[in-house]
């Protein structure tokens, strides 16, 4: 797994605009794809202002997947999954995606993988560069072409790395496959 320790300043808009980009880099190959920040989005029970909203059309349906992202310091908790899966449920979404600065608590994971709402880690892209050489990690060469953020895609007891360049990893977050 990677080592992800270090923190980001960002403002909480830049994080959700990182967030929106890692997604609208993924949805490139997908049908009327669009995300919008801070959408306000209908349920059941009242309207909601959704951090990220991304719909997309596949296998000739529509979709609409919540995205959340939180900027704390502590870890997510449980009751944070399940508040976004109450959210995907009162309006209807087809998905719920959490992101996070500062990772997740088992709870919160296993109550994810049980309810289908994907967990990503937001890291710098110091994260996704390795290298086996001795002493301090070498940063990545200019050539390597790395985004400056990127998201860990937390799934069982495995990570995938998601970024505005990497689009396989993200779809399937979004609950698309290679049907596309």
């Known amino acids: 797994m990677p080592r992800i320790d270090t ?18 880099g993924a949805g490139l190959d997908l049908v009327e794809f669009r995300s919008e920040h801070l959408e ?7 309207c909601y202002v959704i951090d990220v909203t991304v719909r997309f059309s596949a296998l000739g349906a529509n979709f609409l997947v919540l995205v959340e992202c939180k900027h704390e310091r502590r870890k997510v908790e449980r009751q944070d999954v399940q ?13 719920g995606m959490l992101f996070s600065v500062s990772g997740f608590q088992d709870g919160a994971i296993d109550y994810a993988d049980v309810h289908g709402i994907a967990l ?10 390795f290298t086996k050489s001795a002493g301090p990690p070498a940063p990545p060469p ?3 072409n790395i985004p400056e953020y990127i998201g860990w895609w937390c799934h069982g007891n495995s990570m995938s790395v998601m970024s505005s360049e ?5 779809r399937k977050a979004l609950g698309v496959g290679d049907e596309l």
């Open 7 to 24: 923190p980001l300043i960002l403002t909480p808009r830049e994080y959700e605009l990182a967030v929106k980009g890692i997604l609208d």
């Open 40 to 46: 306000k989005v209908a349920g059941v029970d009242g």
């Open 83 to 95: 508040i976004l899966n109450d959210k995907v449920r009162s309006t209807g979404a087809q998905k």
């Open 120 to 129: 990503v880690h937001l890291a710098n892209d110091s994260t996704s560069w």
């Open 142 to 144: 200019p050539w390597a």
């Open 166 to 170: 990497i689009g396989e990893y993200t």
